[in-house]
């Protein structure tokens, strides 16, 4: 890649911000328009796919839009990102998530800092963390294989898929829980139950980068098949 390391970071610190920012403001602003929990969902869902579309596309060709740890874990492991850039990566991922947080409440008028009191924990929960994860992954990595012009598109709806088929409402981030600690809003997570969380994103990460290895490889005839002499 040809962008500088401090740019690229400035990158993962924005976009990670900005995606924070729009699921913690947009689920104050649908928490105060509605008591309906499940329009209030629908309100904090669509504004969350549709950030990631716009994300995506404008800072992706500058550092890879992971904007997200777990994501960065695979590159590294697929040795497509350096593990000191990969570290950089998720170091400039978390602080611009809480940073995020921080503008949302900014922006409504609350307490800047604050700890979330929201309990999201137990197996089912963990499930549905690893499941969601499993699936982004997988969808970023399918995307790539075949379609890495429609990845914001997939990306986005597939997030807004998740948040209604995980238990979870599909975090699928570690630098995103860590954030959605900081706000005892709509979005939160009690900082408690974070360790429960990143564990099963991380292993629904590993496990979709595994399984797209072999799902997604090209055929081994395919690539010895040469014409005749």
């Known amino acids: 890649m040809g962008i500088d390391l401090p740019r690229r ?38 504004p969350t796919g549709a950030i990631l579309v716009v994300l995506i596309t404008i800072l992706g060709p500058l550092s890879g839009a992971h904007f997200n740890p ?8 697929r040795r497509e990102i350096g593990a000191n ?12 998530g809480i940073v995020g947080t921080l503008v949302a409440h900014a922006m409504f008028e609350l307490p800047i800092w604050q700890a979330s009191a929201t309990v999201r924990t137990g197996s089912a929960q963990w499930l549905a963390e690893a499941v969601a994860a499993f699936g982004l992954v997988f969808t970023i990595l399918a995307g790539l294989r075949f379609r890495s012009d429609a990845i914001p598109w997939l990306v986005g709806l597939y997030i807004t898929a998740a948040y209604w088929f995980t238990a979870s409402t599909s975090f699928a981030n570690p630098a995103v ?13 009690r900082p408690a139950d974070l360790p429960g969380f990143i564990a099963a994103e991380f292993a629904g990460a590993v496990l979709a980068m ?16 040469r014409p005749a002499e």
């Open 70 to 77: 777990a994501v960065t874990l695979v590159f590294a492991l």
């Open 210 to 225: 595994l399984v797209a290895g072999w799902l997604l490889a090209t055929p081994r005839n395919a690539l010895e098949t």
């Open 177 to 189: 829980a860590i954030a959605r600690a900081f706000t005892d809003t709509f979005a939160g997570i």
């Open 85 to 96: 850039a990969a570290g950089a990566y998720v170091a400039a991922q978390v602080i611009g």
């Open 9 to 46: 970071l400035v990158a993962e610190a924005l976009g990670t911000g900005i995606l924070v920012a729009t699921v913690v403001g947009s689920g104050i602003m649908a928490d105060r328009l509605t008591d309906d929990v499940a329009l209030a969902l629908l309100g904090n869902t669509l």
